[in-house]
């Protein structure tokens, strides 16, 4: 139904800059919040930062005044701009979409491949 290709991901030093990408494709009638969330390892899953379908955002605490989430509404993609990046955000970061898709019409939760990012010297 939905499917979510995610890009930008790699090697960076300390206080450098990457632009995650996440586009959706598939039958999608409405989305009602975008977002993502990273995976160190031996750690969970958690937020990183989310928007809305109205634009709000949601930020972790670690992440706010660093990432900025953003979307395209008409090219269905949200992308998170991560400066000052620091060893500690290390991690598999995974697009997460949820909204109405399919046929007959599904309100659906998908989530992305993943993308490694690594900060390192």
């Known amino acids: 139904q939905v499917q979510l290709v995610e890009s930008g991901g790699g090697l960076v030093q300390p206080g450098g800059s990457l632009r995650l990408s996440c586009a959706a494709s598939?039958?999608?009638?409405?989305?009602?919040?975008m977002g993502w969330y990273r995976q160190a390892p031996g750690k969970q899953r958690g937020l990183v930062a989310r928007?809305?379908?109205?634009?709000?955002?949601d930020y972790a605490d670690s992440v706010k005044g660093r990432f900025t989430i953003s979307r395209d509404n008409a090219k269905n993609t949200t992308y998170l701009q991560m400066n000052s990046l620091k060893p500690e955000d290390t991690a598999v970061y995974y697009c997460?979409?949820?909204?109405?898709?399919?046929?007959?019409?599904?309100?659906?939760?998908?989530w992305g491949p993943g993308t490694l990012v690594t900060v390192s010297s």
């Open positions: 997460w979409f949820r909204g109405v898709a399919g046929t007959p019409k599904t309100y659906v939760g998908v």
């Open positions: 598939g039958s999608i009638f409405s989305i009602s919040d």
């Open positions: 928007i809305v379908s109205g634009g709000d955002t």
